[in-house]
Each structure stands twice: as structure tokens, then as C-alpha cells.
């Protein structure tokens, strides 16, 4: 076996590759499956010139995880390299069995070559891990320096790695987590997806751990797990809710970053993929994880499957544009063993740096073939062998990026148009990422959607950033921004070709997510409180456009001091902007996004990136106050009026002129006085209301009208006249109602077109018909 290679002075030698003792049309598919008497097992490392299959034996279970004498291994050398694929199949292994990959080749940092044997490597393809990850010299390529004692040095200096020092000696069967045989997938009868269809749809994104963890309807030993989310008393509350399609936070085995482990915090939200094809085995039950990967990545199926049986998709956002291994001078312990060059974006130059265009210290190479197919292997295998109905791509535009920077003509973007699996699926980019050029928000093909940031910052500052800005005496912006997201952002969507058939669900509008504060932070606080997380309060965006309505932070005992100086002002107002937060969101047209826990007015108490937070900041909290519940019932009212009236779930761009056979323009926009909106009243500066009627689309649909006062006085506004054969205006919901039903003391408006809307209000009409 040829061990690390000493790096001298000058660049070390490099031994040609071995010849192939075959070259064969076919080898066996990426990973290690059972096939006859044993696997046949094939993995890409197209730059080594030897690798073994490394079978791994538990020999003594009553030593420490950690201790090598733990293990028997057993190597067996693979067949190759076939077109940079090394091969074999082995007689007489069975599910169950752990292994890794060990490659040979060159160590040649400078030119980004970094094998290494005495890593053990997880098998990128693996299906099931089982270990945990430890972080030290013997998860290094090379030599780590300088050393300390001290795991807890703010920068985590004790052992990162020389970038171009020598390679690491240490063995590491030990210490990472080891790839498992699981069985063939059972027959399972055909999926039975809930099929919802865009215009209908309603995004929850939610954490696996955080959404039960505390949730007293869930049995202990479920909460926080696959199993406790599918739990009847969490489908419940979906069901109630009104949400359709639940999108969860990366449930791909994950990895910490060191300096987070270095502090004694993980990282919480899991964007840091250690395996694209295996189940993050810690959301598992214990039961499950103590039978093993399979019994994990069952309760995952059993997820999926339940959740189908009531109706609800499951979308899961995926991480495929860089891995848990970090920069050069961190983990060594997959991607990097087996094929740095080829796995991972490097700047060209010499000696070879990576090119971060993610922020983590790595991104992977989306112009070469193998990872197009790691990614699109890994999808397919998601939604054939699990079930679910769709992905969400975190900093999607990495994935398309070619030569010359991004490419809505991507291999991997018309791969995901084109599989007869993934098209069908609902897609979601998230349209950015920290490169040259990697805003493209509305530049993905369809029939993809994006995360629509335009519509988040839109409605942050009409009625949060703005309304601060007034209330200091300063200028406040228009309507016509907002106006353009409520109805479907047709200037960003709208672009193709042909034109506007991707439609208004292509843009996915959210007001919070998972990156960012809660809606109850937005309207409590001006500045991020993100010093729980270790860096000086420096992470986390400051372009937050939120409004502390003059009291910065929550009141110290919620509720109870809302009568109190100076919070029986406050709170009512904050309230008031939740509501019309809620109302711009679940009622514009598009796909709205709720995130977990904004529904019952959670708090990360200022915290803007909790990702590395798996605590009380994280989790939602299921002891709700009256307000909570109020704002609850309110979010579940929206969401009914939204479901209840076709007018509200627009599925094509609106063109504002009657369609083909139809008598009566799509959509409509009046001023104050009742008079229609034109150029002029658009770009009149400081307009803040403004009322937007959407005729229903069939013959019995009711016409909706949404009226919105942004001012920070009162607005009497004339409402327009009814559309031919509909029933007069009736007030159905204002935000200005701290229930969704109507207080005993405030009258139906009159029938003569008239309603005073109060200062930063929303409020919705309806117009029967029949």
C-alpha cells in the first residue's frame, strides 16, 4: 500500500495513473449497492492512482467510539480508474457492513491534489452514517500548525492545517463517521403525492428538531424528531393552519463547522452537507437510531409518508453548492480525499486556491460532469426512494454557474426541466450567492420558482422601514414598489420566452425565513442581537428594515406589561404591523412562505442568524398567551380567505385588460378618492394608499378588494363602485382587529362606498355573486 508521500522543497513527484486493466462501456452505478452474493461498488476519483474499499468491523463495541482498537478493517483494492471511476464487485458483503474509501496518488496541494491514505473517506453516495465527527489533527490532510491544548482558542488555530504542508500521518478510521451497506429498497406501492397545485400552495418552512421539540401534543421521546413532525398533533396544527406544503431545513447529514465545535455550539440549521444521499441521523428517534441507518432513513420514509396521507407536500431545501469540509486548511474527510481538483471551484491559478463564491470556504465545480451528476443523483434518489415533492436549492446560483459565470442554460438547470423524475416537482431557487454577478432573482428557467427577496424588502419597507422614517419627520416611500409585488412581479417573473409563462407562482414571497428575524423581532427591534453566537454580533445582515415602533426589544415580561409605560403604546402598534405584515404576504399573488413559529408570534429575541443555536432562541414555543393565539386565528383567517376565494390565487400574470371571452379587466387599482390609478398617481411621490380589486375568475367567484393605508394618520377612503352583478362591498378582515372577527363597537362600513381606515392599516373587501 503506498502511504503519504513527503512533500520537499520542490514539487513532489507524480506517478502517471495506472493503466486500466479494462476499459469498460459500463461500470456500476456511483456508491456501493447489494447485488448478488455481496455490492459492486464504484466511486469517482479520477486524479488517484489506487483505492481501496476499506470494510470496517466493530471487534470490541466495549471500547470508546474514538479508540482504533475498536475496529478490524479490511482492504480491498478497486478495479480502474474507467473514465475516472474506480470499481469493483465484492462477494460477501451484506447491508449492515460499515466501510470507506482510501485513495493513493499524488500529494500535490499547489495543484489542488490531496490524497492522502491515511483518511478514511466517506463515500460521497453513501446512503446511511453511523459515528460521529471529530475534530483534530486526525481529520486533517496535512499537518496541522500551530498546536495548543486548548480547544476552545477563539479562532480555532489549535489544529487547522498548513494549506500546502505536508500530509497528515495520522490515521483516521476512528474518527470520522462510516458509510454503511443499507438493503435494497423495498417495494413500495406507487407514491401518493398530494399533487398541489402552485396557485394553491402555501410554504411552511420549518426545522425538523426545532418545530416539536417543545411541543406538549408530541410524546417525549418523539419531539424533535421525523417521527414527531408527522405526529398527529403537529399535523393538526398544519392542517388548521392552512399550510400545504411543508419545506424543511437541510435533513442531509451534516457536519459542524470547527470553530462552532471549537465554542461548543453545531450548527443548528445543517447547511453544511457531510452526505447528499444519507438522512441527518440525529432528528431520528433514539429507537431508530440505535437500530441503525436503515431504521433512520425508514422513520424519514415514514415522515414523508404520513404527511402524504393528510394532504401535506414535503419540499426539503437542499445544499448542494458546497460541502462540510470548509477551506483547504480544514476537513479532509470525503470530497477532498478523492478528488479535490475535480469535486471543487478552484481559481486556476498556481499554486491552486479554492474560489469561494458561497462564503464557506469552498463551492462545488458545477462545470464538471460528476458533480452535475452527484447532485442530480442525489435528487432523484430523494424523491424516488423517499417520496417527497420537491427541493428548495440553497444559493441555487452556484449550481449554474459555467465558464463564464451564471448560465440560465445551465447542464444542471435543463437537467432538472428535463428528467422525466425532477420535472414534475416543485423547484425552488434561492437566487444568489456571494460571487461576481449572483444576484439573478427572476433569471432561473422554468418550471423552476425563486425566493422573491424584492417582495421581502418591499413590504419591510412600506410598512416597517418607511412608517420609522415618518414618524422621525422624514420622507416615506410609495406605494408602487409594494404594488408591483402584490401583484405577482411580472417585471421580474414575467421575462421569457415566450413572455410571462412562468406565472406569479414563480415568485415565492416571504417576509421572514429561517436567515433573518422573526416577525415578531421585525417590529420589536432595530438591531441584530447576535452576540450568543460567538463572532462580536458581526454576523448577520444590518439591512433589516425593521421598526422597534420606539421601544427597542420586547416588553420583559411579554403580555403582562403591555398595560405598563412605555408598552401599552407599543405592543398594540407592533401587533398591528404583524398583522399587515401577514396580510401582504398571505394575500398578494404568488406562492406565499410562512416560516415555523411566525404564525404564534415566535421570538429569537433579536437574534438575526441563530443557525448555530439549538436551544430555547431556536425552537418554537408552543405555551402561547392570548396574543398569540390571536395572532394564530388571524394567520389561519387569512389563510382561509385565501383558500375560499379564487381571486386570491392568481395563477397567471395579470394583464389589467379583459382576457378572451371575458367582459371585465383582471385587474383593477383606485386612489383614495375612488378614482382608477394612472402614471401620474403611480409616481406621485409619498402616495401610501391605495386600493387593488381583483375580479373573481368565475362566474360565482366573489371580486376581492384590498384596501391599504400606509399613512401614519387616518385615511377616508371612497371605495369603488361593485363590478356589474355583484353584491354590495362587505368588510371581511382589517388588520386593524385584533381578532379575526369584528369588535361589537365597530359597524359595518356604510353601503354608500365609504371607510375610514386607521393609520397603517390593511383591509379587505368582498363583492358576491349569485
Not at 573 to 594: E, F, V
Request: aromatic share 8%.
Amino acid at each position: 500500500m503506498d502511504g503519504p508521500t513527503s512533500q520537499a522543497a520542490s514539487r513532489p513527484v507524480v506517478r502517471p495513473l495506472t493503466r486500466p486493466t479494462a476499459r469498460r462501456s459500463h461500470v456500476p452505478p456511483l456508491g456501493v449497492h447489494p447485488a448478488g452474493d455481496g455490492v459492486d461498488v464504484a466511486v469517482v476519483a479520477s486524479h488517484a492512482t489506487a483505492v481501496d474499499l476499506c470494510l470496517i468491523d466493530v471487534v470490541d463495541p466495549a471500547l470508546p467510539e474514538h479508540d482504533p482498537a475498536r475496529y478490524r478493517e479490511r482492504r480491498v483494492p478497486l478495479l480502474g480508474p474507467t473514465y475516472g471511476v474506480w470499481h469493483a464487485h465484492v462477494p460477501g458483503v451484506r447491508p449492515g457492513q460499515r466501510y470507506g474509501f482510501r485513495t493513493h496518488g499524488p500529494w500535490d496541494p499547489r495543484a489542488g491534489l490531496r490524497h492522502n491514505p491515511a483518511k478514511l473517506l466517506v463515500d460521497p453516495y453513501a446512503r446511511g452514517l453511523v459515528g460521529e465527527l471529530t475534530y483534530g489533527p486526525e481529520t486533517l490532510g496535512a499537518v496541522g500548525a500551530p498546536r495548543s491544548d486548548d480547544p476552545t482558542t477563539p479562532d480555532g488555530r489549535w489544529w487547522v492545517a498548513e494549506r500546502y504542508g505536508d500530509p497528515e500521518p495520522t490515521d483516521s478510521l476512528a474518527f470520522v463517521p462510516h458509510s454503511v451497506v443499507l438493503p435494497p429498497m423495498p417495494a413500495a406501492p406507487p407514491l401518493t403525492r398530494p399533487r398541489v397545485p402552485w396557485a394553491d400552495t402555501v410554504v411552511y418552512e420549518a426545522h425538523v428538531r426545532g418545530l416539536t421539540l417543545r411541543h406538549p401534543g408530541v410524546p417525549p421521546e418523539l419531539r424533535g424528531t421525523y417521527a414527531g413532525l408527522a405526529h398527529p398533533a403537529t399535523v393538526a396544527h398544519l392542517r388548521s393552519l392552512g399550510v400545504t406544503t411543508v419545506e424543511l431545513l437541510p435533513i442531509h447529514a451534516s457536519a459542524s463547522e470547527p470553530r462552532l465545535v471549537a465554542h461548543g455550539l453545531r450548527n443548528y440549521w445543517g447547511y453544511s452537507t457531510l452526505g447528499f444521499f444519507a438522512p441527518e441521523p440525529r432528528y431520528a428517534t433514539r429507537a431508530a437510531r440505535e437500530a441503525g441507518p436503515a431504521a433512520v432513513l425508514d422513520e424519514v420514509r415514514g415522515m414523508v409518508h404520513l404527511l402524504h396521507q393528510s394532504g401535506i407536500e414535503v419540499i426539503l431545501d437542499v445544499v448542494y453548492n458546497h460541502t462540510c469540509e470548509g477551506g483547504d486548511d480544514q476537513l479532509h474527510v470525503s470530497w477532498r480525499g478523492l478528488d479535490n481538483a475535480a469535486y471543487y471551484l478552484h481559481d486556476g491559478a498556481s499554486p491552486a486556491k479554492l474560489a469561494d463564491v458561497t462564503g464557506t470556504g469552498n463551492s462545488l465545480d458545477f462545470r464538471r460532469v460528476r458533480v452535475v451528476q452527484t447532485a442530480l443523483d442525489s435528487l432523484r434518489y430523494w424523491a424516488q426512494a423517499v417520496g417527497v415533492d420537491g427541493f428548495r436549492f440553497d444559493l441555487a446560483v452556484t449550481l449554474g454557474r459555467g465558464t463564464y459565470g451564471f448560465d440560465p442554460d445551465h447542464p444542471f438547470l435543463v437537467g432538472l426541466q428535463t428528467d422525466p423524475v425532477l420535472s414534475g416537482l416543485k423547484l425552488i431557487a434561492e437566487p444568489w450567492d456571494v460571487g461576481p454577478g449572483g444576484w439573478r432573482t427572476g433569471q432561473f428557467p422554468p418550471p423552476m420558482a425563486e425566493w422573491n427577496d424584492r417582495f421581502r424588502d418591499a413590504a419591510r419597507d412600506f410598512w416597517l422601514a418607511s412608517a420609522a422614517a415618518g414618524s422621525r419627520g422624514q420622507p416615506m416611500v410609495s406605494v408602487r414598489e409594494l404594488g408591483t409585488r402584490l401583484a405577482g412581479s411580472a417585471d421580474l417573473f414575467g421575462r421569457s420566452d415566450p413572455p410571462l409563462v412562468r406565472g406569479p407562482v414563480a415568485s415565492v414571497n416571504y417576509v421572514t425565513a429561517h436567515d433573518g428575524f422573526t416577525l415578531a423581532d421585525l417590529v420589536a427591534y432595530d438591531r441584530k442581537d447576535n452576540w450568543a453566537n460567538g463572532e462580536d454580533n458581526r454576523d448577520g445582515t444590518d439591512d433589516n428594515r425593521s421598526w422597534n415602533h420606539g421601544v427597542e426589544g420586547h416588553a420583559p415580561e411579554g403580555d403582562l406589561d403591555a398595560a405598563t409605560e412605555p408598552w401599552h403604546a407599543v405592543v398594540p402598534l407592533r401587533r398591528r404591523s404583524q398583522r399587515n405584515l401577514l396580510a401582504t404576504l398571505l394575500l398578494a399573488a404568488g406562492t406565499p412562505m410562512l416560516t415555523a413559529g411566525d404564525e404564534t408570534g415566535r421570538t429569537q429575541r433579536g437574534n438575526n442568524n441563530a443557525y448555530a443555536l439549538d436551544d430555547e432562541t431556536s425552537w418554537v414555543d408552543w405555551d402561547l398567551g392570548e396574543a398569540d393565539r390571536d395572532l394564530l386565528a388571524t394567520t389561519s383567517a387569512l389563510l382561509r380567505l385565501r383558500r375560499e376565494h379564487p381571486a386570491l390565487r392568481a395563477d397567471s400574470f395579470y394583464l389589467g385588460t379583459p382576457r378572451p371571452g371575458e367582459t371585465r379587466p383582471d385587474l383593477l387599482w383606485f386612489r383614495e378618492s375612488g378614482d382608477p390609478m394612472d402614471r401620474t398617481a403611480w409616481e406621485e411621490a409619498g402616495r401610501r394608499v391605495v386600493q387593488m380589486l381583483r375580479p373573481g375568475p368565475g362566474a360565482g367567484d366573489a371580486d376581492v378588494l384590498l384596501v391599504l393605508n400606509g399613512r401614519l394618520e387616518d385615511a377616508v377612503v371612497t371605495l369603488p363602485p361593485v363590478l356589474d352583478g355583484a353584491r354590495p362591498w362587505r368588510l371581511a378582515w382589517s388588520s386593524a382587529w385584533p381578532t379575526p372577527q369584528r369588535p361589537a363597537d365597530d359597524p359595518d362600513p356604510a353601503h354608500d362606498g365609504a371607510t375610514t381606515l386607521e393609520a397603517l392599516s390593511l383591509q379587505v373587501f368582498l363583492a358576491a355573486r349569485g
